[in-house]
């Protein structure tokens, strides 16, 4: 009938089911909210003016970190002990390795001088990476730091952890940038 709305009268039953309905739909958008709430906050820090930092654990978080560099519009700068990052993430490493391979990424490198290292970079990526030594007893270190397009990186792995950190910030870009040079 045009112009009339009819209504039909559900068991009460049903609405448990209802609840049950919403109850799962909120749960999704919370799951959703967890997800995302990093990205958007480092989008309102970069907006307000306030640096974007996020945090990743994990096999996974190290593959966020290294990929994020990959998109670099510029050489990638980094700090690294290759051997540790070999003994901890050595299939995330590969795949980093192959990417930036195969996208012809430059980067430079200042790694710890052993006999390792020195093998290592014997034949890697000469014609995209530039590696400087330094001594391995003055300067050793267990992380990663790379410098991008005003962010910088870092991973620190052992045992216990797999932490992975990036910073984005121009301030702090230029001071590593500068200090790297």
Known sequence: IEGKIHFVVS???NLESLIKSREKDLENDKKTLENILPSLTSEYNLVSNKPSVRYFEGDDGMWEVLND??????TVYQYADPEVIDKFIPEVNKKYAKTRGKLGLKKKIIVINTPWARKYFKDYHKDITEVSFIDHEKYSFYTSMMIYDN???YLVLSKKQKEGVIIENGSLYKMRKTLFD
Do not use: M
């Not at 560099?69 to 510029?74: G, I, P, Q, R, Y």
């Open 11 to 13: 068991h009460p039953s």
């Open 69 to 74: 560099s990959l998109s670099a519009k510029e």
């Open 151 to 153: 962010k910088v990186s």
